[in-house]
């Protein structure tokens, strides 16, 4: 029983350590002229759904929960935008070449009508962000469209 003591106690020590250690905010305070949203016209309704359920990981600005302040939650979310970002970054919409939007907008349909985005790790808390069947048509017809235009 000691023993459990012990390494509990050493746990502990760790988990309140690890809490001293800095992350990097993805917070911005200016949206660039490149921005997906002020580059095409989005309509209302689809533009929200998306800053809602895209931006937090594929912007600049994330809208950081309460608990992104806990490590080891603190690294898994900061990795996890780092990866949404590479993939893709709406607020540098513009500055991608038009064969790379055209192949970005192709990788948005795909990955909205597989369900693969949003992901289920991010709706499993944030609800609001998951698409409805209704939204998903919308929204794939919309980005359908504007792929087709470009």
């Given at each position: 029983?000691?023993?459990v003591?012990?390494?509990a106690?050493?746990?502990?020590?760790?988990?309140v350590?690890i809490?001293?250690?800095p992350?990097?905010?993805?917070?911005?305070?200016?949206?660039?002229q490149?921005?997906?949203?002020l580059?095409?016209?989005?309509?209302?309704?689809i533009?929200?759904?998306?800053?809602?359920?895209?931006?937090?990981?594929?912007s600049?600005?994330?809208?950081?929960?309460?608990?992104?302040?806990?490590?080891?939650?603190?690294?898994?979310?900061?990795?996890?935008?780092?990866?949404g970002?590479?993939?893709?970054?709406?607020?540098?919409?513009?500055?991608?070449?038009?064969?790379?939007?055209?192949?970005?907008?192709?990788?948005?349909?795909?990955?909205?009508?597989?369900?693969?985005?949003?992901?289920?790790?991010?709706?499993?808390?944030h609800?609001?962000?998951?698409?409805?069947?209704?939204?998903?048509?919308?929204?794939?017809?919309?980005?359908?469209?504007?792929?087709?235009?470009?």
């Amino acid at each position: 029983m000691k023993i459990v003591k012990i390494i509990a106690g050493i746990l502990l020590v760790v988990f309140v350590v690890i809490q001293f250690i800095p992350t990097t905010r993805n917070q911005s305070d200016t949206v660039p002229q490149t921005d997906f949203m002020l580059v095409h016209k989005v309509p209302e309704a689809i533009q929200k759904k998306i800053q809602v359920s895209c931006y937090d990981c594929h912007s600049n600005n994330t809208q950081y929960p309460w608990y992104n302040r806990v490590q080891p939650v603190a690294w898994f979310l900061e990795d996890h935008i780092k990866e949404g970002k590479a993939e893709l970054n709406f607020n540098e919409w513009d500055s991608l070449s038009s064969r790379r939007k055209t192949s970005k907008l192709r990788s948005i349909i795909k990955q909205i009508e597989s369900g693969e985005m949003p992901l289920d790790s991010y709706t499993l808390i944030h609800r609001d962000a998951k698409f409805s069947k209704e939204e998903t048509e919308e929204i794939i017809n919309w980005v359908t469209q504007l792929k087709d235009s470009l």
